[in-house]
Protein backbone atom coordinates (compact mmCIF):
# COMPACT_ATOMS: atom_id res chain seq x y z
CA UNK A 1 0.00 0.00 0.00
CA UNK A 2 3.02 2.36 0.33
CA UNK A 3 4.08 1.59 -2.53
CA UNK A 4 1.33 2.81 -4.58
CA UNK A 5 0.52 5.83 -2.75
CA UNK A 6 4.24 7.01 -3.29
CA UNK A 7 3.68 6.12 -6.84
CA UNK A 8 0.74 8.20 -6.52
CA UNK A 9 2.35 11.02 -5.38
CA UNK A 10 5.53 10.74 -7.87
CA UNK A 11 2.88 10.90 -10.66
CA UNK A 12 1.26 13.92 -9.42
CA UNK A 13 4.77 16.02 -9.75
CA UNK A 14 5.51 14.30 -12.79
CA UNK A 15 1.94 15.52 -14.32
CA UNK A 16 1.76 19.34 -13.18
CA UNK A 17 2.28 21.69 -16.06
CA UNK A 18 5.98 23.32 -16.89
CA UNK A 19 6.30 26.74 -14.97
CA UNK A 20 6.48 28.40 -18.24
CA UNK A 21 3.99 31.04 -19.71
CA UNK A 22 2.96 32.15 -23.23
CA UNK A 23 2.90 35.45 -23.90
CA UNK A 24 0.39 36.61 -26.48
CA UNK A 25 0.88 39.53 -28.25
CA UNK A 26 -2.35 40.75 -28.63
CA UNK A 27 -5.07 40.28 -25.63
CA UNK A 28 -7.50 37.21 -27.06
CA UNK A 29 -11.22 37.73 -27.36
CA UNK A 30 -12.33 34.72 -25.45
CA UNK A 31 -11.28 34.15 -22.13
CA UNK A 32 -12.87 31.58 -19.74
CA UNK A 33 -13.72 32.57 -16.37
CA UNK A 34 -10.89 32.76 -14.12
CA UNK A 35 -8.29 31.75 -17.04
CA UNK A 36 -5.21 33.54 -17.22
CA UNK A 37 -3.48 35.17 -20.15
CA UNK A 38 0.02 37.11 -20.34
CA UNK A 39 -0.18 39.93 -23.22
CA UNK A 40 2.99 42.09 -24.32
CA UNK A 41 1.07 45.23 -23.96
CA UNK A 42 2.38 49.02 -24.33
CA UNK A 43 0.47 49.67 -20.95
CA UNK A 44 2.79 48.28 -19.04
CA UNK A 45 6.57 49.28 -18.17
CA UNK A 46 9.66 47.90 -19.04
CA UNK A 47 9.95 44.45 -18.08
CA UNK A 48 6.66 43.99 -17.28
CA UNK A 49 3.38 42.39 -19.02
CA UNK A 50 -0.06 43.00 -18.52
CA UNK A 51 -2.08 39.95 -16.92
CA UNK A 52 -5.41 39.36 -18.04
CA UNK A 53 -7.96 37.38 -15.95
CA UNK A 54 -11.49 36.13 -17.73
CA UNK A 55 -14.43 36.99 -15.22
CA UNK A 56 -17.58 35.73 -15.15
CA UNK A 57 -20.98 37.13 -17.48
CA UNK A 58 -21.44 40.90 -16.08
CA UNK A 59 -17.83 41.52 -15.05
CA UNK A 60 -15.17 43.40 -16.22
CA UNK A 61 -11.60 41.54 -16.62
CA UNK A 62 -9.22 42.27 -14.46
CA UNK A 63 -5.79 42.98 -15.70
CA UNK A 64 -3.24 43.92 -13.73
CA UNK A 65 1.16 44.40 -15.12
CA UNK A 66 3.06 41.75 -13.52
CA UNK A 67 7.36 41.11 -14.35
CA UNK A 68 7.65 37.79 -15.59
CA UNK A 69 11.67 35.99 -16.11
CA UNK A 70 12.57 35.99 -19.47
CA UNK A 71 13.04 31.88 -19.00
CA UNK A 72 9.44 31.79 -17.88
CA UNK A 73 8.15 33.25 -21.14
CA UNK A 74 7.72 32.51 -24.44
CA UNK A 75 6.31 34.31 -27.12
CA UNK A 76 3.19 33.59 -29.18
CA UNK A 77 0.78 35.20 -31.11
CA UNK A 78 -2.85 34.95 -30.63
CA UNK A 79 -5.58 33.50 -32.57
CA UNK A 80 -9.10 34.97 -32.35
Known amino acids: ?6 VVVVSCFVALPCSAQTILKSEPLMLAPYEVAFVM ?6 GKVLKVTGAIRGLHRRKACVALGGEQASLATATP
Request: charged share 15%.
Open 41 to 46: DASCPS
Open 1 to 6: MRMLAS
